[in-house]
């Protein structure tokens, strides 16, 4: 069943903290064991099959309720283009270590190219950039006269740092 192979997955895991691994088995718990309780991860009648998954992201991103949620559970929450993206990874990681294992109970990932929600405008992530301690030295040099300039434009006019480095 679809649970006990998840939740021994995420205890197999290596390179992550315990926080990490609690927040996956309450992603399980929360967001996926309610649509995929009853199924297997094995190929065929009774397996997860990639229909299932695209019906599956579509309810994360409705909010829908869940085939096995409880009666009585308050509304789910419209889950977020990242969130949805965030959820997929997991659930394709959980398959994909059904596929990878030996024997293999499933020949393919279900999760593989599925369309996921279009992450929009101020969704988007852009990647981080960090200077070495030389590399900014190196801007340092470069702008050292104009960034005395900035700053006591700053101090003079009472504008706004952004309003400032703008100019």
Known sequence: MFEPFAMKQIR????????????????VEQSMSPWFKS????????????????????????????PHD?????PRTKF??????????????ILQAAVDAEPSPRATN???YTRLPRLDGHELEEE????????FGWIFECIAEDAKDLTEAFEETGGRWGEVTAL
């Open 12 to 27: 197999l895991l290596t390179g992550v903290q315990g926080d990490t691994k609690a927040r996956y088995r309450r992603m």
């Open 39 to 66: 199924f297997s991860v094995r190929d065929g009648e009774g397996g997860i099959n990639r229909e299932m998954v695209q019906t599956w992201i579509n309810d994360l991103q409705a909010g829908a309720a869940a």
């Open 70 to 74: 409880p009666a009585g559970r308050k």
């Open 80 to 93: 977020k283009p990242k969130t949805v993206a965030n959820t997929h990874g997991l659930l394709h990681a």
């Open 110 to 112: 279900p999760c593989a």
């Open 128 to 135: 981080m950039t960090f200077l070495e301690r030389q590399e």
